[in-house]
C-alpha cells in the first residue's frame, strides 16, 4: 500500500524519480532546505520499497509525531550532545541485516557554512559507500545519483561531492548549503 501511495503523490506532485534506491549505504540527502524534503525522500523509498533509517533532530518526535517517526525509521539525534552517536550507528551498520542510513548532511534546513561529517565518518568506519540523494525543486526532480566510495582523502572525496550537487538546488535555493566540511580546512 505504501508503494502505491508514494507513486501517487509523486506523480500528483509531478515530481520525476531518477536512479536506483541503494539496499544498503550511507544515503547522502542534500540540499536540505525544507522539512518537505523529507517527505519525498520518505516517498522514493517506500515507492522503491526499501527499508531505511534516517536522522531527524530528537525535537521532532515530541507528542504523537515521535511515533510515526519512529515507525518510518527516524531515529533521534541530540544536536547539542551527539556523543556516541557515530559510535552507535557504526555497532547498528555491523549488524547482519542491510544497513541503510539516510542523513541530511547539512545538518539544517538554513543555510550554513559547512556541512556536519558524521555521515562521512560513519561511511569510512563502515566501509560503506556514499549514496548521493538530492531533491531539486527548480526542475521538480528527486532521486539517487553516483555512489561513492570514501578513500579517506577528504578534499578530494568532497570534490567528487560538490561535482554533484553543484547543479542540485533543493526546495529554498538560497538555504542550500556548499558541500563542505571543517576538515577540509585543516592542514593535511
Not at 29 to 49: C, G, K, R, Y
Not at 72 to 83: E, S
Request: hydrophobic share 40%.
Amino acid at each position: 500500500m505504501r508503494r502505491t501511495l508514494a507513486r501517487f503523490l509523486l506523480r500528483t506532485a509531478r515530481w520525476t524519480v531518477v536512479g536506483d534506491a541503494p539496499r544498503e549505504g550511507i544515503v547522502v540527502a542534500a540540499p536540505h532546505t525544507s522539512n518537505w524534503d523529507f517527505v519525498v525522500m520518505l516517498l522514493i523509498m517506500w515507492q522503491a520499497e526499501v527499508p531505511f533509517r534516517v536522522l531527524i533532530k530528537k525535537e521532532a518526535f515530541r507528542g504523537p509525531l515521535g511515533r510515526v517517526l519512529r515507525r518510518c525509521g527516524a531515529i533521534p539525534v541530540n544536536r547539542v550532545q551527539p556523543v556516541g552517536l557515530v559510535r552507535d550507528l557504526v555497532r547498528q551498520a555491523d549488524g547482519d541485516e542491510p544497513f541503510l542510513l539516510i542523513i541530511a548532511a547539512e545538518g539544517t534546513r538554513r543555510q550554513g557554512e559547512y556541512w556536519k561529517s558524521g555521515f562521512y565518518r560513519i561511511a569510512r568506519r563502515t566501509g560503506l559507500p556514499l549514496v548521493l540523494a538530492f531533491v531539486d525543486g527548480p526542475t521538480r526532480t528527486t532521486g539517487f545519483g553516483p555512489t561513492v566510495v570514501p578513500t579517506g582523502d577528504v578534499r578530494a572525496d568532497m570534490d567528487r561531492l560538490r561535482k554533484f550537487y553543484a547543479d542540485k538546488h533543493g526546495l529554498r535555493p538560497a538555504w542550500r548549503t556548499e558541500p563542505r566540511l571543517r576538515e577540509e580546512d585543516r592542514p593535511q
